[in-house]
């Protein structure tokens, strides 16, 4: 393509009112005091006629509804069609509740509407209406702040701890756009870990990325920030012995100092950049559905946990009681379920949106075997939260992430359907 590739970007404060619900642990825990500010940060990106815009939110996940009704408003104030927008979490637990899932609580629909919404829309559009032409340059490295969080036990139990031989996707890769006078004007880092640093702390903050993106737009320059890949697996490797932190801020700040540095060394590395073509595509992908849990079962279980309303037990409950209701109506069994998935191609890279918390084996695998890009960036919690979505080879050690998987909608998915989702990715990706 002839045209330069065009980008255009801006940043907004999206940092809530304290004493506001912090969504990723339980119904109870309300912000108490800000650590750092939370932040909306938009990429437009357009040439010739093809434009997109990605947009990176430092909350935990907004809920699929919401995120519709997030993209669509977008497309309104950007011209650009809500197919070629993908909004992405990078997933802090230290954040407003947006999502809205039984047991964790409900949609601080105030916040949206008065602080959140507001500054997204304000920061599409100034990135839109500010385009200049860039080159590209890209750079991989490793990092091992993530680790696999699926700690086996002694007893062939699954907890939620530390799991050193378990999966996990230790490459960051820094993306970089430089201006026609050779200054840094933008950063992408993406790697694949949760923001559950902190713990259960009553600061909101950005947790670990947060130190991070600051870093290096304090040392290399240009407005940075991070996209999370898939971290349904991968927390940060805490010096507890666990992926999550002991209610304490600092931890966070610690460790996003270990991911700067990481970064750091990657963007070092980073020495050429090049004109990019820029295209997307915007599809769906297809995941197969198990059976519901029979009748009489749903009828048992529920009698055991109808009095719980917290964390997973809580979210079990309404999916037995949905589960029942759905006998009552006289509902069918689907074969599959559909969701949305925009993929912007800029260069040999491309970003891909899962609105699910996948395992970090979905994105390798996808990667390695995609034999049209170079790079394939998967997201997690982007356009959407549809919950973990767990590997075929991990569901049968179940544990929390797989119980979450299984109870997230009436109908679970099927055993294979990471391999499904793998194959539908990998047919959309020929076609961008």
Known sequence: MSTKLLLGTSRTIITPIVGGNLYGYSPDVYSTCVNDDLTATAFAFSQGDTSAILITLTIGSINTQLANETIGR????????????????????????????????????????????????????????????????????????GINRRELKADNTIGLGQNPWGPVDKRMTVISFENEDGERIANLIHYGCHGTASGKNTEITRDWSGVMTDVIERDFGGLTAFINGPEGDVGPRMPNGRTVGIQMVQYA???????????????????????????????????????????????AEYE?????????????????RATIESYEKGETDKEYRSYGQTIIRIGD????????????????????????????????????????????????????????????????????????????????????
Not at 115 to 120: C, D, M, Q, S
Request: net charge negative.
């Open 349 to 432: 890279i491309a970003i891909v949106s899962f609105p699910f918390e996948q395992f970090c084996e979905i994105g390798m695998r996808i990667d390695t075997y995609c034999k049209e890009i170079p790079y394939v960036l998967s997201l997690s919690n982007s356009n959407g939260s549809e919950g973990y979505f767990a590997t075929e080879s991990e569901r049968v050690r179940g544990g929390y992430e797989i119980k979450m998987c299984d109870i997230k909608h009436i109908q679970p998915y099927a055993e294979n359907a990471d391999f499904a989702l793998i194959c539908e990715t990998l047919e959309n990706l020929k076609k961008v």
């Open 74 to 145: 977008i497309s309104e104030v950007t011209g650009i069609d809500k197919g070629n927008i993908i909004i992405c979490a990078t997933h802090t637990h230290s954040a407003p509740n947006l999502t809205g899932t039984v047991g964790w609580g409900e949609i601080d629909r105030k916040y949206y509407d008065d602080i959140f919404l507001p500054n997204v829309l304000k920061a599409a559009k100034e990135a839109s209406e500010n385009k200049v032409p860039v080159r590209m340059g890209y750079s991989q490295g490793e990092s091992t702040v």
């Open 304 to 320: 055991k946990v109808k009095e719980d309303n917290v964390n997973h037990l809580g979210l079990y409950a309404e999916h037995c």
């Open 253 to 299: 700040m610690e460790l996003g100092g270990y991911a700067a540095r990481d970064a750091k060394t990657i963007a070092d590395n980073l020495k050429v950049y090049r004109d990019a073509d820029l295209s997307v595509y915007s599809g769906e992908v297809k995941i197969p559905l198990a059976p519901r849990m029979h009748l009489e079962i749903a009828k």
